[in-house]
């Protein structure tokens, strides 16, 4: 798709007159440019050529390309969503993009279907994906659906003003009140499928407090500085009180359950396209309240 306009003033940069003219970020103008796609009056230019009144510019909007993946009918506990964004309720046991041999069923299969658009900064393979939680933790995640979205959202997740909330049950008793971890986490060099804190990692600062100790179990509230591969769970190996059923970082236990009891509880965000701060909340999921009536109970005894 070609878009044109003509400059009525001198002196204005092609990507600033663009931006206010499209609706799309700078950013995105200069990727377009970048790739040879802004002409001026017949001529290929950068985005920091200025106009002069009377130019002609010329911006190709390549239609994006295909990704293969398949839109699925699959259940989607959708929170909130308008025309810039989408919060998700993510069901333990579903991963959020295609990778490492899942090529289905996946929450963007199910966001394919369900929401008419998605930013597609992330590539095809992860539209609308400004953030990941893993395949077996549960709770909320914001999805953007255009690409001005995309970006706001993922500054304030690079500045550390979205704020995201989880709760988790830990194995043992948690002495302390609370308090902050603060390491290194990097892939473990003894299995490169999982994560561990490591001198040559990227710094990780995750912040705990005690909600309720049971008898052998802690629950726990965490608040996430950064936001490596795995934290809170490799944190929580760390600290050394796995999370309940994080079998792959130790915390097997007598309960059945199908992946760690962890959970996204609140996100608090500014939203991209009113400024305005936003907080949305997650109830447990059935089988993590089920798991505490069952401590509670034992704990009567």
């Known amino acids: 798709m070609i878009k044109k306009y003509r400059a009525e003033e001198n002196g204005e940069r092609a990507d600033v007159f663009l931006a206010e003219k499209t609706g799309f970020t700078r950013s995105r ?6 790739g040879g796609n802004l002409k001026i009056n017949g001529k290929v230019c950068p985005a920091s050529r200025k106009l002069k009144a009377g130019d002609t510019a010329e911006l190709n909007v390549p239609a994006p390309a295909s990704s293969g993946i398949e839109p699925e009918n699959l259940p989607l506990d959708i929170v909130y969503e308008d025309d810039c964004i989408a919060v998700i309720n993510k069901a333990q046991g579903v991963t959020v993009h295609a990778g490492n041999g899942t090529h289905g069923s996946t929450l963007v299969n199910a966001l394919l279907y369900h ?9 095809t393979l992860r539209p609308g994906i400004v953030h ?6 549960s709770g909320l995640l914001v999805v953007a659906k255009n690409d001005d979205a995309h970006l706001k959202l993922s500054e304030q997740l690079k500045d550390k003003t979205c704020s995201r909330i989880y709760i988790a049950l830990l194995k043992g008793t948690v002495k302390e009140d609370g308090g902050t971890i603060d390491t290194f986490i990097g892939r473990d060099p003894k299995n490169r ?3 561990a804190v490591v001198k040559s990692g990227r710094r990780a600062v995750t912040h705990f407090r005690v909600i309720r100790r049971y008898g052998g179990y802690t629950l726990c509230e965490f608040s996430l500085e ?6 809170i769970r490799v944190h929580c190996k760390y600290m050394g009180h796995p999370i309940a ?9 007598a309960f059945n359950l199908n992946g760690q ?19 949305f909340t997650a109830p447990l999921p059935p089988y993590f309240e089920k ?8 704990s009567r005894k």
């Open 29 to 34: 103008i200069k990727i377009l440019c970048d």
């Open 115 to 123: 929401l008419d658009n998605l930013s597609g900064i992330n590539g």
């Open 132 to 137: 990941r939680i893993d395949k077996n933790t």
């Open 193 to 195: 499928t999982k994560m």
């Open 226 to 231: 950064t936001g490596r591969t795995h934290q």
């Open 245 to 253: 059923g994080d079998k792959e970082y130790g915390g097997n236990c």
């Open 261 to 279: 009891l962890l959970h996204a509880r609140e996100l608090k965000f500014v939203h991209p396209a009113t400024g305005k701060k936003v907080s």
């Open 291 to 298: 798991v505490l009536k069952s401590l509670e109970t034992n």
